[in-house]
């Protein structure tokens, strides 16, 4: 990939200069609190260096999923006070997105000094799908920073069309930043010249929120291992009855193409043989270990069960390259996460390089209190990831390129 980069902005100079930095910092909250601030931490070293050059940074993220108009529920008051206490210094938060105190602020930045920008998805034209309306608002976010440069820094948003991410970069002199080039040069080692055994673990919810990647991994992998509530439409394909564990019975034709697949390529695909089915989804819910092919018609698999959790570990022994996306079971539930502990335990005994594809594994690890130091790589963007190795074009990536 040929972009200017976060080092040759800094070899540029930035001291008195604005620098207007797209992060991800959309992180999952509790109230007004915090819950998982990996991105937050993943974001710093950016605006650090930034700052610490004497540039003044200008920060836009997003937050949730707003309706295109401001929502208190998601404004970014909780980010700007934990940026603040991570960097050490006062990151103030703009009243607004482009408007009269983003102007205010911006206009009394000193060197050195962080600004953050209201949530840039309070604005409807930031997401919308008529280019005309992004352009607009690009064009006022660089109208914030007279004579500055953007920097693309939110890995986790490269793979959307959006204002802040795609059109800015048409607008101001772009360039990639370290958590970007970082992620990227991950997703390249998992894609090109990859050492074998290639492991790739998915788990999650829906099996349809992961169609492309099964089917391009199906390609690549030597071998899939199948977790989480997506197991169940596997399991169904294959003939066996699932009780009111989650299925989707619509994709089940699209399931047996997978199966069918891999036994074509010789990828070994390997689901659980046994699960903890519950009663009910709840954290209290009385729960038994039953055999994967017999779960009874009252009752719902919400994790995979301790036989599952030695055969994945085996599975994933002698890997030399390891992707994890999605957990095992619903791990928010102590209950029903050991699935999920034991595939992360096994990633940190493993030698290989393992990589954990952002969203809920990343939460997994932190809420479970395992080492981050323990994997080669947490991914602060999922979604991302997961279209990179569908092998999708990323538009935030794409514009950058454009540039050079």
Request: charged fraction near 25%.
């Amino acid at each position: 990939m040929s972009v200017k980069n976060l080092d040759d902005l800094l070899g540029e100079g930035v001291q008195g200069r604005y620098v207007l930095v797209r992060s991800d910092l959309n992180v999952p909250l509790d109230g007004d609190r915090i819950t998982d601030d990996g991105r937050v931490r993943a974001a710093l070293p950016t605006i650090k260096k930034l700052a610490d050059a004497g540039a003044k940074v200008v920060v836009t993220a997003h937050l949730g999923r707003p309706k295109g108009e401001p929502d208190p529920k998601y404004t970014l008051a909780p980010v700007a006070k934990r940026l603040s206490e991570l960097l050490g210094a006062e990151v103030a938060l703009a009243g607004d997105l482009v408007g009269e105190s983003a102007k205010a602020l911006t206009g009394g930045l000193a060197d050195g000094g962080v600004v953050l920008l209201e949530n840039v998805r309070f604005d409807a034209r930031e997401t919308s799908k008529d280019a005309v309306d992004r352009s607009e608002l690009a064009a006022e976010l660089g109208a914030l920073v007279p004579g500055g440069a953007f920097v693309s820094d939110g890995f986790g948003v490269v793979h959307r069309k959006q204002a802040s991410v795609y059109e800015v970069a048409s607008v101001l002199p772009a360039y990639a930043g370290g958590l970007v080039l970082a992620e990227l040069d991950v997703l390249k080692k998992l894609t090109d010249d990859v050492q074998r055994p290639y492991v790739v673990v998915l788990g999650g919810a829906k099996v349809s929120d992961k169609l492309g990647v099964i089917a391009n991994l199906l390609t690549k992998v030597d071998r899939l291992l199948i977790g989480g509530g997506m197991a169940y439409t596997f399991l169904k394909a294959q003939g066996h009855e699932v009780g009111q564990s989650l299925l989707q019975a619509d994709q089940l034709d699209q399931v047996k193409g997978f199966l069918a697949e891999a036994e074509k390529r010789g990828v070994e695909l390997v689901l659980p043989v046994d699960v903890l089915a519950a009663t009910e989804f709840a954290a209290d819910a009385e729960n038994e270990v039953v055999e994967a092919t017999a779960i009874p018609a009252d009752r719902q698999g919400l994790d995979i069960g301790p036989k599952s959790r030695e055969l994945f570990a085996g599975k994933l022994a002698d890997a030399k390259t390891v992707f994890w996306n999605g957990p095992m079971g619903v791990f928010e539930f102590e209950a029903f996460s050991g699935g999920t502990r034991a595939v992360a335990e096994a990633l940190v005994k493993s030698d290989a390089f393992t990589v954990v594809g952002g969203g809920d594994s990343a939460a997994a690890v932190r809420q479970l209190g395992l080492p981050e130091d323990g994997f080669s790589h947490i991914s602060t963007g999922g979604g991302a990831s997961l279209e990179y190795l569908e092998g999708k074009e990323l538009p935030g990536v794409t514009a950058l390129e454009e540039k050079n």
